[in-house]
Antibody
Framework: EVQLVESGGGLVQPGRSLRLSCTTS????????ISWFRQAPGKGLEWVGF??????????EDAASVKGRFTISRDDSKSIAYLQMNSLKTDDTGVYYC??????????WGQGALVSVSS | EIVLTQSPATLSLSPGERATLSCRAS??????LAWYQQKPGQAPRLLIY???NRAAGIPARFSGSGSGTDFTLTISSLESEDCAVYYC?????????FGQGTKVEIK
């Protein structure tokens, strides 16, 4: 069974950092890209970025709203993807989801991790 | 960036009625469109991919159509469990944008 589980969310002050983890199981992690999405309270879904598999260079693409502040990485030995969020703003508040793949229909999602940015 | 515009914002129908949700893209996206259902406190659930293909385990009352810039999600006979927000999303290029959502309410 394919599973993705986000962790690392919490309350953080503006300007500080937080790292989310996406722990996966049930599939060969190294064969897939991993995407991150977020959803502000009461709002719609927003693509944050994704990381390609090592076969495709392991490179990343990021949304303009997070470029230069957020970094996506992966540890294929642990089947975990990370979202490092720096210089957090109140607008970054929301639920963050990881999904399997990129530029594909997203069949598998994590349960989400809540990030609250507030002083 | 491709903008997806969904209509209506809210749809209020009775059980058994037919629901028709629309999604319009700002430029052609071929059939690279998916529909998701999201209930409160839950992650999105893939319903339809590539405009008209039902995802695994999705009931036959859900169907999708369209190509280019105009797409439709149809729920043939509403059930109470279909109360949710429905989003369209393209995968034509990045950023993979979503529509703003249509909330389906059951009378």
């Amino acid at each position: 069974e394919v599973q993705l589980v986000e962790s690392g969310g919490g309350l953080v002050q503006p300007g500080r950092s937080l790292r989310l983890s996406c722990t996966t199981s049930g599939f060969t992690f190294g064969d897939y890209a991993i995407s991150w999405f977020r959803q502000a309270p009461g709002k719609g879904l927003e693509w944050v970025g994704f990381i390609r598999s090592k076969v495709f260079g392991g490179t990343t693409e990021d949304a303009a709203s997070v470029k230069g502040r957020f970094t996506i990485s992966r540890d294929d030995s642990k089947s975990i993807a990370y979202l490092q969020m720096n210089s957090l703003k109140t607008d970054d508040t929301g639920v963050y989801y990881c999904t399997r793949g990129a530029l594909v229909p997203f069949e598998y999602w994590g349960q989400g991790a809540l990030v609250s940015v507030s002083s | 960036e491709i903008v997806l515009t969904q209509s209506p914002a809210t749809l209020s129908l009775s059980p058994g009625e037919r629901a028709t949700l629309s999604c319009r893209a700002s430029q052609s996206i071929s059939t690279y469109l998916a529909w998701y259902q999201q209930k409160p406190g839950q992650a999105p659930r893939l319903l339809i991919y590539d405009a008209s293909n039902r995802a695994a385990g999705i009931p036959a009352r859900f169907s999708g159509s369209g190509s280019g810039t105009d797409f439709t999600l149809t729920i043939s006979s509403l059930e109470s469990e279909d109360c949710a927000v429905y989003y369209c999303q393209h995968r034509s290029s990045w950023p993979q944008t979503f529509g703003q959502g249509t909330k389906v309410e059951i009378k």
